[in-house]
């Protein structure tokens, strides 16, 4: 009989976690046409504080969350320290901090993304305004998708300009998520 080890353990739950995780995300996007990505973005004027627009249904973000926002900020090692925060209904302050890492250096348009040790997900720049106010990122195989701003309300034409477009993509904007963001209680 083979002897149990903790490092089969751990590799039997990473391979489920893995696996479960992989299937449990639906696919979106019904285009075949592939994703492409902005031709360069400027990563120090990426950084800063972006607020969620609209996203596809997720399991990692809650429904309830008002108030969403991304942070990012360069690490001392290149890659890109990512704060997600968000407030939930009791205005309790939730944040998952991760990391961001460029993974082509050519557009510096696609990048993998990790919350959770090595498990990364794709993040692709799709559009870009030229002054950076505000962000489409998708992921090639369309399980995810958001529209970020610089601000937490985008006007009515530039939102339908980016809404259409993403209809075009091929991804479900009847099923897109508009978090509120609202002035919290002192």
């Known amino acids: 009989m083979k002897k149990i080890t903790l490092k089969s353990v751990t590799l039997i739950i990473v391979s489920t976690f893995s696996i479960s995780s992989c299937a449990s995300q639906p696919i979106y996007r ?59 209904t009791n205005n309790k302050l939730d944040q998952s901090t991760g990391i961001a890492k460029v993974v082509d250096s050519v557009t510096n348009a696609k990048l993998k993304v990790s919350f959770f040790f090595f498990f990364y997900g794709d993040y692709w720049i799709i559009d870009l305004a030229p002054d950076y106010s505000w962000v489409m990122v998708g992921e090639p195989e369309g399980k995810y998708f958001w529209i970020l701003s610089r601000t937490p309300t985008l006007s009515a034409n530039t939102e339908s300009i980016l809404l259409a477009k993403a209809k075009e993509l091929g991804y479900p904007t009847q099923d897109f998520i508009k978090p509120k963001h609202v002035a919290l209680p002192q």
Do not use: M, Q
């Open 30 to 88: 019904t285009s075949t046409t592939p994703l492409d990505t902005v031709s360069h973005v400027d990563l120090n004027k990426y950084l800063g504080t972006w607020y969620e627009i609209y996203r596809l249904p997720n399991k990692f973000e809650n429904i309830d969350c008002k108030n969403i926002t991304a942070n990012y900020s360069l690490r001392e090692d290149g890659n890109i320290k990512v704060i997600n925060s968000c407030t939930k």
